[in-house]
């Protein structure tokens, strides 16, 4: 068997278990300025490779961007792309997206100095599952590590968009599904109320 390097360890601030992890998890939209080192990007990357892949296919690649103007014009392109996208679609959600963003100021990445994007190298019938399951070991790890994290769904776009990829280097054919952006949190972002699980069918021996 591989040693697994980077492997993340139990910081004394927060001393989680897995499922401490999972319940404690949050989606972290305020952060401050200080930028996460090399160590720990590699640490949550390693984490992430350690998630079930279909086959052992590993489909996915990583990019990092922690370029404040990258981040920035990148954010600018996003938040364009929503507007137009919204374009008369009088949804609930269409018109949440479009207030949202409508702003200048408003920032998609919410001024996090690191950014992780979760890349499926091909298609496949199992690439999205694997890379989220990837994403969720990810922030599952940064949660332990006293990090916030949040998926940045206003992102997905503008990062498949042709001109994006050049400038970021990405193979045409690679499909990003999941930008993660990663930061210290500038407070505690309270619970938000789950429902309780519903169980369509539960069939028992007799």
């Known amino acids: 068997m591989s040693k697994v390097k980077n492997k993340p360890t139990l910081s004394p601030e927060t001393g989680m278990s897995v499922t401490d992890a999972i319940y404690t998890r949050r989606a972290t939209r305020s952060y401050l300025p200080k930028q996460i080192d090399k160590e720990a990007v590699h640490t949550l990357l390693a984490a992430a490779v350690q998630a079930p892949t279909a086959m052992h296919e590993e ?3 990583f990019a990092v961007i922690q370029d404040k103007d990258i981040l920035k014009r990148l954010s600018d392109t996003a938040k364009a792309l929503v507007i137009k996208e919204a374009h008369g679609d009088h949804s609930k959600l269409a018109g949440h997206a479009t207030h949202l963003v409508g702003s200048a100021d408003f920032n998609v990445f919410y001024d996090a100095g690191t950014l992780i994007v979760i890349y499926g190298k091909h298609m496949g019938p199992f690439v999205v599952a694997d890379c989220w399951l990837a994403a969720e070991n990810l922030m599952l790890a940064a949660c332990s590590m006293g990090l916030g994290t949040c998926v940045i769904g206003f992102a997905v776009g ?8 050049a400038e970021l280097g990405i193979p045409a054919e690679m499909t990003a599904y999941a930008p993660i952006i990663v930061g210290v949190p500038s407070g505690v972002t309270p619970p938000v109320p789950r429902k309780e699980p519903e169980i369509v069918t539960w069939k028992e021996c007799r």
Do not use: G, R
């Open 59 to 61: 489909p996915w690649a």
């Open 158 to 165: 503008a990062l498949n968009s042709s001109a994006w990829k």
